[in-house]
């Protein structure tokens, strides 16, 4: 599949900055059939280096958020202010679990590569984020994941490449929809694979990272057979 947005965008810039699968084609790839507009303000939820709030903004005219834990706000404004994007994207350093925002103050979430390390439980979305967005409020999502729950079978040949921490937070579809339908404010429109893994994730096997290199035999030995990335769309309750 070509995902043309994401092919606008200097490929060294990209490389340099993902932090891993190609954030911006798994952007793409979940805001299909989304509807966002320009008058919307988003908040870009662990945004990395700042590649999908670049990616929302030009793309889509969005006024947005950009919040991260591990990356600093003067690191990301400084790649903003490279792009002239500096008047359309504000960077903020903060947890997940102490956002520094007021009620009712956003058109919508976006989270990519992230929301597994903090959401994958029955209380974050209700208590630390719900309350930040607006009633019909958009919320899109694109996280790894596997095809099927594979905790207590964990292939062999994969137990070497599966960090026990991140293996904790990759689960699979069914498992996602089981959690989010206990929440009182997420009202649940689609979840599902996503068609872009292997292009994401080549993308990264490319850029000059000690961690893409690390990740290339992971990639290979499991061939298609577990891995995954999911798609969530859903609205505010």
């Known amino acids: 599949m070509q995902y043309l947005k994401s092919q606008k965008y ?10 891993g699968p190609n954030s911006m084609i798994i952007l793409e790839n979940l805001l299909e059939n989304v509807p966002l507009t320009s008058n919307m303000r988003v908040l870009d ?13 030009k793309e889509y005219g ?20 490279e792009m002239g994007l500096e008047n359309q994207i504000i960077p903020i350093h903060a947890d ?8 009712d103050y956003f058109d919508a979430v976006i989270s990519v590569d992230a929301y597994h390390y903090f959401g994958s439980n029955e209380t974050y979305f209700d208590k630390y984020l719900s309350k930040l ?16 729950e594979i905790h207590d079978c964990i292939p062999e040949e994969m137990e070497q490449y599966w960090d026990k921490e991140a293996l904790r937070t990759w ?14 404010s997420f009202k649940i429109k689609r979840i599902q694979e996503m ?4 292009e994401a994730w080549q993308d990264w096997l490319k850029a000059d990272n000690k961690f893409a290199l690390g990740d290339k035999a992971m990639i290979e030995m499991d061939n298609g057979r577990y ?6 769309i859903g609205t505010k309750r």
């Open 195 to 198: 068609a872009c893994f292997d």
């Open 171 to 184: 689960n699979s579809c069914d498992w996602w929809e089981k959690l989010l339908l206990k929440s009182d």
């Open 133 to 148: 967005l607006k009633k019909d409020a958009l919320i899109a999502i694109g996280i790894p994941g596997m095809k099927y």
């Open 10 to 19: 200097d490929t060294d810039f990209v490389r340099a900055n993902m932090m």
């Open 227 to 232: 891995m995954n990335l999911i798609s969530i």
């Open 96 to 103: 997940a679990m102490q956002l520094p925002f007021a009620e």
């Open 45 to 57: 939820l662990g945004c990395g280096n700042g590649l999908t709030s670049i990616f929302l903004a």
């Open 62 to 81: 969005v006024q947005v958020f950009a919040v991260d834990l591990w990356i600093s706000a003067g690191e990301n404004y400084k790649r903003f202010k």
